[in-house]
């Protein structure tokens, strides 16, 4: 019952957003034959350009558009990159999972690595490690992706010679191990852009909670300052962490884009700016569905998450929910 | 009886305990010069406003103060342990059993996440991590029944806002009371709770200590609250103990003025018609604190030395103190304004 | 009989608790504030007092019943707009806690003629500082506190600033939703007694909320006591503390703590059982100006 209005709202907020970006698309301005023809767009005569607009179904009015490219993407048709000339699905496949996984494995060590440098401030606050471990993040968030991922190959692939400096793979192939090495130093990059923004919010959010009148209750009987920290202030904590980083996933996932670049690493992010900028419609249709889907998908995990830790969220939930059923 | 025996046999000890916090305008003198002590089985009452230095005494009772606040203390001992160089390790071990805490308002003071059972297992595990899980299970529903929660198998599972406020605060001394401390610090125990309940709440803590031969140290700013529960009474003001005395002298005969603009100030003693007496001025900074007295600018009985002395406690009887140089033999003599017979 | 300033009938407020279900936070209150009196309100939390407050300001709308101030129903919003300026200037409110109701970042100046500003009113004393000064002197302030922020002052220093920006306006009626609540008893002390000044001086009217019992006896010409949304008791405060009739009264007013340790742990408390409430009962006039719910609990 919960679980299928989930999919529901699910599906109706993919819907919404289906509709809203393949209308602010079109607004856009550019020429979508651009980036079918190149440079041949630009001398085509009037009526060579509207028999070529028909053919490709951008004559009609937007919101017969719309309907049509719904209808086919019921049917499982996401439609033909300009750009590409090749079936999006085609052309997204094999980079999806790349991205995915140094985006994802990128996130979950983000996630955790913040967590426990967090924890780790918040049980030494104001003691010489935060202080040092709060200025290294400081240092580290200040340094620009391009230069570290330079600085990295420098270091790692012409002096070193122990990791590759591009590509997601080895022209020869080579399985896990491969895959892995040619991980390592995009996925530093990543991480070392982001851990501090979130390590610094949840030992600040800690430490909101360690100034809470249970924390003193509990410690007034005879807990430890650690005990009480893992066992209380964390779970309070949690609720706006997971919150707040469920919305990031995007950020994090989508911030590749710089890191894909440097180190050619095929990855949606150039596809993203690729399909934006030449009008590729049906290409940014299925990576906008895309990413609104993992950010849904991400926020009712939280969602669930939470008010399996904290009850006031559960009624709240469960009021919404009666509400609904009512209303 | 030696001056030592008569140290071990009281339950807490304090003498001249100084608190001091470090902020940008300068230190805070917050306590100054504190010396009580209590006795098994007794209630005192620490009865000030608010940045009077009663929760920072409590809180320097307990070794909770945050690590910007600097103690300093001739003697603090709590059933005859000296606690004044123990280290937090050793002060985990202690807390609970040598003493607890109940504090203000019991919403904040309970997690919000977790069931209200599972917290007061948290307390009863504290000190002993061996415990068998039904034999906790029966500590604590022993001990919700005896903070008056009524049916707690049901109540057990339940979450902090799922209870009424009196209901939390029994929660809250349940937790507080799980490893038989010998000295329980009430911090303002009754102010967020309703009229009707607050009675309840200090009925069952004097009852609770009576039973368990437990001293209490209840912190409050009405003095009703003190009339109500509380064998002695301590009235604080600016960091010091301005007057102690057991209850009935503190209301029936005060001594020092700053307790008799308190009780002329509450409206329940106010003649009908008249205006109410009120404390002129407000209390003082205590970065640093003023020289002398520091009621005196307050005080319409203030004599030319309390600007420049701060008085000692003069000994009114032998359990009443007062800290003000109207008793000083050359001082002259005033009527006081308030207290004997309390017309209401 | 004095004139009626406020006259509330049948307020009703509810708030949605989910599930389709209803909390019944006012239900049915009628009373009447004449000009110059304190009327108090007093009621546990949860009671539905500061509703009341609230829907009186206009800050919360009524479901049912009328408020009328000066004939005028201020619920209803065609009567609303040909009074508004009427009704923004004439009532004014104290919350309880002024750190959170004051904005920190403005100089008292500027928050004690605000109101002023806001209305495009010219102050009566030249300047709107002049103005500001003089409400400050009014509530027995320095007018060296113009240039303060409200986390420099004390607690009663911040209350001060509140009832003089709401005397800015003139108003006649001051709503008083537990104005001392937060302070020191020395410093209550002082507030009430600018409350009873304000009063018996310049015949302010005041709708005071409150829970302490004891300052609504010593500060109120009458009592309306709530209970659980509904009105239970109503008379004038020496009536309703020497002869209260409904058993919810006898229990509040056993309970209010006396400073005095002998008759404190002396006397003998009432027991209001909860699940007796009986809360359709009429709201009967046992004498002129005693009213009370239920009427078997009135006497001949």
Known sequence: MKLARRLCSLLLSLLVLSAAVFWIARLAPGDPLVSYYGQRAERMTPEQRAREEARLGLDAPIHVQYVRWLRNALHGDLGVSFKYKRDVVDVIRGRVSNTLLLGGVGFALIFSMALGLGLLCARFEGRPLDKILCKLGTLSSCIPEFWLSLLLILIFSVYLRVLPSSGAWSVDGGGAADRLRHLILPMTVVVTGHLWYYAYMIRNRLLEEVRADYVLLARSTGLGRRRVLLRHCLRNALPSYLSIMAISVPHIMGGTYVVETVFSYPGIGTLCYESARYQDYDLLMVLCLLSGAVVIVCNMLAQAINEHIDPRVRAAAAERAEADGHG | ?344 | MCETLLDVRGLCHSFPLGAGRYLRAVDGVSFRIRKGEIFGLVGESGSGKSTVARCVMNILRPQAGSILYRGVDVCDPAQFRANRRMLQTERQIIFQDSSSSLDQRMKVADIIAEPLAVNHIVPPRGSLRAEAAFQLRYVGMDPAYLDRYPPELSGGQRQRVAIARALTMEPSLLVADEPIAALDVSIQAQIINLFRHLQAEHGFTFLFIAHDLAVVRYLCDRVGVLYRGKLVEMAPTKELFDRPLHPYTKALLSAIPIPDPRRERARTRFHFDEAAFDRTGGFVQVSPEHFVLGGKEAEP
């Open chain 2, 1 to 344: 009886m030696t001056a030592d025996a008569d140290r071990a046999e009281k339950l807490l000890d304090v003498g001249r305990l100084s608190v001091t916090f470090a902020s940008p305008a300068g230190a805070v003198e917050a306590v100054r010069d504190v010396s009580l002590d209590l006795a098994p089985g007794e209630i005192l009452a620490i009865v000030g406003e608010s940045g009077c230095g009663k929760s920072a005494l409590c809180r320097a009772i307990m070794k909770l103060l945050p690590a910007s606040a600097r103690v300093q203390a001739d003697r603090l001992a709590v059933a005859g342990t000296d606690i004044r160089g123990l280290s937090e390790r050793d002060m985990c071990a202690l807390r609970g059993r040598l003493c607890s805490m109940v504090f203000q308002d019991p919403m904040t003071s309970l997690d919000p996440t977790m069931r209200i059972g599972a917290q007061i297992a948290e307390a009863v595990l504290a000190h002993e991590p061996g415990m068998k899980k039904d034999a906790v299970r029966r500590r604590v529903l022993e001990l919700m029944d005896m903070v008056g929660i009524e049916d707690p198998p049901a109540r057990y599972r339940l979450y902090p806002h799922d209870l009424s406020g009196g209901m939390r605060q029994r929660a809250v001394l349940a937790i507080a009371l799980a490893s038989r401390p010998r000295l329980l610090i009430a911090d303002e125990p009754t102010t967020a709770l309703d009229v009707t309940v607050q009675g309840q709440i200090l009925d069952l803590l004097r009852d609770i200590q009576r039973g368990l031969g437990a001293g209490a140290v209840l912190v409050t700013h009405d003095l009703a609250v003190a009339a109500r529960a509380a064998d002695r009474t301590a009235v604080m003001y600016a960091g010091r103990i301005v007057e102690i005395g057991t209850t009935e002298e503190i209301f029936y005969d005060p001594r020092h003025p700053y307790t008799w603009g308190l009780l002329a100030s509450l409206p329940s003693l106010a003649a009908e018609g008249r205006p109410l007496y009120a404390i002129p001025g407000m209390p003082p900074t205590l970065s640093p604190p003023p020289k002398g007295d520091a009621f005196a600018c307050r005080n319409r009985y203030a004599l030319a030395i309390d600007y420049d002395q701060a008085p000692p406690l003069f000994q009114v009887s032998p359990t009443h103190y007062a800290a003000t140089w109207l008793l000083d033999p050359r001082a002259p003599a005033v009527a006081r304004p308030v207290g004997g017979e309390l017309h209401v």
